[in-house]
């Protein structure tokens, strides 16, 4: 199973910083492939200080922790590492009390992607030409509706949209969501910070922009452009995986249900 | 070079680290050394530990790239 990958930053339109971090990784840390990206928040230069810290610890825990594949209990082990880091770091300067970052982190061996996230930074799975988000989202009014206090209709819009239930380094403890997918081919994971939403790019918009042609590149570089086509008022940035689809195989017809 | 304020090269991009890279003169040769960096270092589309510089080289950090020159005499 071979992976393309590729990522794309912007800080936007109204931001100075990009807050965002991204790591993208080939065949380190006995994976095929791992991509991180962290959103920054935080006065001052915290945010990126957050997001940029939560990155590397977590790229170093996986790559000198002497273990191998797509675990998402060593994924869990990097992130409370990483909230360690940047909560410790928070305490040790004024300047970057309280700053924060969220995570998402996909590492893929051999067909299978394990996945964990903390905030709201989506994680989405293209199949077939549909979208699935596989991330949990830990924004206050998503965790609402988990709960069954409020509507998903009401979610959208909520005031409170961006006020986190979840964040690596804002508490001394972490708990974050994650899981184990099987890969198919032709499948893309993609891993993106909040200003995709934010700029109003829908995820299925984002799918096609992103897997239009075989240059995945060239995709993530379209949603960026889509972005600033719509005001772009947030950082963006974008990673993506994708399975690439075997050629050589016999193509088989999928089997109709009669 | 790096994200970080304290670098000489400041370099304000997601996929670069706090401090991603340093340029050392070795005698009359320039050297790159990447400093554990996330992303990497690359020259000339290569990942390197360390390498030495050539007129004219491409280096890479994160998103950003630049030509290597040295300039008067």
């Known amino acids: 199973m071979r992976l393309r990958i590729a990522w794309a930053t912007d800080p936007g339109l109204e931001r100075e910083e990009n807050e965002d971090s991204v790591a993208v990784w080939r065949h380190k840390a006995g994976l095929d492939t791992l991509i991180v990206v962290c959103d920054g928040m935080g006065g001052h230069a915290a945010g990126q200080e957050a997001s940029s810290l939560a990155v590397s610890t977590v790229t170093k825990v996986l790559a000198e922790d002497g273990e191998e594949g797509p675990d998402v209990e060593r994924l869990t082990r990097a992130c409370k590492e990483a909230n360690k880091a940047v909560f410790m770091a928070a305490q040790d300067n004024p300047d970057w009390l309280g700053m924060g970052s969220t995570m998402v982190i996909a590492a893929i061996r051999a067909g299978e992607v394990a996945l964990l996230n903390v905030g709201d930074s989506p994680a989405y799975l293209f199949r077939n030409g549909f979208a699935k988000l596989i991330s949990q989202d830990h924004s206050w009014p998503a965790e609402q509706v988990r709960l069954g206090l409020i509507k998903a209709e009401e979610a959208a819009n909520h005031p409170q949209k961006h006020k986190l239930t979840r964040a690596v380094g804002v508490w001394e403890q972490v708990q974050p969501f994650t899981d184990k997918i099987k890969l198919e081919e032709g499948d893309a994971v993609v891993l993106c910070s909040d200003g995709v939403e934010t700029a109003g790019v829908s995820v299925e918009e984002m799918g096609r922009l992103l897997l239009k042609d075989g240059n995945l590149d060239r995709g993530a570089e379209r949603v960026i452009e889509r972005c600033r086509e719509l005001g772009a008022p947030d950082n963006v940035t974008l990673a993506v995986a994708r399975v690439e689809v075997d050629v050589t195989k016999t193509a088989v017809l999928p089997k109709l249900k009669i | ?73």
Do not use: C
Not at chain 2, 2 to 25: Q, Y
């Open chain 2, 1 to 73: 070079m790096g994200r970080s304020p304290d670098n000489d090269i400041i370099l304000r991009d997601p996929a670069t680290s706090g401090h991603h890279a340093r340029l050392e003169r070795r005698g009359d040769q320039f050297w790159v050394v990447d400093l554990g960096s996330t992303n990497g270092t690359f020259v000339n589309g290569e990942s390197i530990q360390e390498k030495q510089l050539n007129q004219g080289d491409r280096l890479t950090l994160g998103q950003n790239s630049v030509h290597f020159a040295v300039l008067g005499a």
